[in-house]
């Protein structure tokens, strides 16, 4: 059964950085996509960014295009996704979550909450002065 746990999150100021860190292990194929996905108070949980474990490819959502990036380190089985965002806007304050599509192969991932599974308890990014 694949596990996730999410850190890193945290109190910054506009214009910061963090950088997430989602660790998942129980893996028994290569052939998933893992993504970050972010839920305000009141609102919907939404894709940030998703990769494609199998060739790394990416999608990231155009409200965080550019300030964020999304990366990988794999080990035998299990796998670290980090999300690094930079000048953070109070917009960006959150609770984010990683989740896995199991049956994502190739290409730019869909990143759709409806799809993924395996949640994390997420971790709390907070941008304010």
């Known amino acids: 059964q694949v596990q996730v746990v999410e850190s890193g999150g945290g109190l910054v100021q506009p214009g910061g950085s963090l950088r997430l860190s989602c660790a998942a292990s129980g893996f028994v194929s290569k052939y998933y996509a893992i993504g970050w996905f972010r839920q305000a108070p009141g609102k919907e949980r939404e894709g940030v960014s998703c990769?494609?474990?199998?060739?790394?490819?990416?999608?990231?959502a155009a409200s965080v295009k550019g300030r964020f990036n999304i990366s990988r380190d794999n080990a035998k089985n299990a796998v670290t996704v980090y999300l690094t965002m930079n000048n953070l806007k109070p917009e960006d304050t959150a609770v984010y979550y990683c989740?896995?599509?199991?049956?994502?192969?190739?290409?730019?991932?869909?990143?759709?909450?409806?799809?993924?599974?395996?949640w994390g308890q997420g971790t709390q990014v907070t941008v304010s002065e």
């Open positions: 989740g896995i599509d199991p049956w994502w192969a190739i290409g730019s991932p869909r990143c759709t909450s409806s799809v993924y599974q395996d």
């Open positions: 990769i494609s474990n199998n060739d790394g490819t990416t999608t990231v």
